[in-house]
């Protein structure tokens, strides 16, 4: 029996599938489709079997090849997990990272401390991405990804980095004007703000435990939370935001509380990654550099 020696193949091999295909496989692997493609061929005619059928939406597997993945992926992560435990720190902390992040968020805090990650770790190569849309990150090649909201069971492996407390606000001037919201339900009639203008819900929670849910109807949408900011100065409607993003317009009196009383359920905030990357210890040690960053910070108060 010929022995087997082309893993290299079988770990790219694995690499398509996961992504999906030659061209997501391209951005998170930095190998070209041309190479992919041709590498994949190779381990198929060593093989002397059809691992995959190539389509225009990406590649499917055909009987063979999912046995082939099925029972050689999580051997892979085995060995990937083996050689990460026993790497030093220069070696395990050192390449390139994508991350795509919330604008916001990145700006105020994430990107401070990627800098002095960077700063302390000089071998890493950062590559950051701002996007307020939820990118997929297998297809488009993510190494990390911060999403902020609820974040669905994906396969993904994920770590929740904090929950940020918000806060229900408008201008005195809007207020004097809608002097009759005097009750969450109230902000079903008036003009509200908020990052897109379907499925908007507020959970709110009054101070003696009682909880209720609106959907406030939303007359000005932006889907960075600064311009919100300046919507809600200006005296466009009431703003549902995090407590750090208006700090100093409620210090300085240019937004004011709306139903004090009542306080928004804060929003999550989630680092996702793929379980089986051999950069799981860089990753790992970023994301404890976002959780840090935001407990000495003001952003969960």
Do not use: C
């Not at 496989?25 to 041309?34: L, V």
């Not at 991405?129 to 609820?150: K, N």
């Not at 819900?201 to 939370?225: C, K, M, S, Y």
Request: charged share 25%.
């Amino acid at each position: 029996m010929k022995t087997f020696g082309d893993f290299d193949g079988l770990a790219l091999f694995i690499r398509i599938v996961q992504a999906g295909g030659f061209g997501a496989a391209e951005r998170a692997t930095g190998i070209s489709k041309a190479t992919l493609s041709r590498r994949l061929s190779a381990l198929e005619d060593a093989l002397n079997v059809r691992l995959v059928r190539r389509t225009k939406k990406g590649v499917v597997l055909t009987d063979n090849g999912q046995q082939l993945y099925d029972r050689s992926r999580d051997a892979f992560l085995l060995a990937e997990e083996a050689v990460a435990g026993v790497q030093d720190e220069k070696v395990a902390l050192s390449g390139t990272v994508r991350l795509s992040l919330p604008p916001d968020m990145a700006t105020e805090v994430l990107a401070p401390a990627l800098i002095r990650f960077k700063t302390r770790f000089p071998d890493v190569v950062i590559e950051m991405t701002l996007a307020d849309r939820r990118v997929s990150l297998i297809e488009e090649g993510y190494d990390l990804v911060v999403r902020m909201g609820s974040v669905a069971d994906s396969g993904l492996a994920f770590k929740k980095i904090a929950a940020v407390p918000r806060t229900l606000v408008a201008s005195p001037g809007y207020l004097a004007t809608h002097s009759e919201i005097k009750e969450p339900d109230h902000l079903k009639d008036v003009p509200a703000l908020a990052i897109r203008r379907d499925l908007v819900e507020w959970d709110l929670r009054h101070r003696d435990g009682l909880t209720t849910t609106v959907t406030p109807r939303i007359g000005f949408a932006a889907n960075r939370q600064t311009i919100l900011v300046e919507a809600a100065i200006a005296g466009l409607g009431v703003v549902n935001l995090p407590n750090f993003m208006i700090e100093s317009a409620l210090k300085s009196g240019a937004l004011v509380r709306v139903l004090p009383d009542w306080e928004p359920s804060p929003v999550e905030m989630t680092a996702l990654w793929q379980k089986d990357r051999i950069t799981g210890r860089l990753i790992k040690a970023i994301v404890a550099e976002f959780a840090e960053a935001l407990r000495d910070g003001q952003f969960l108060k």
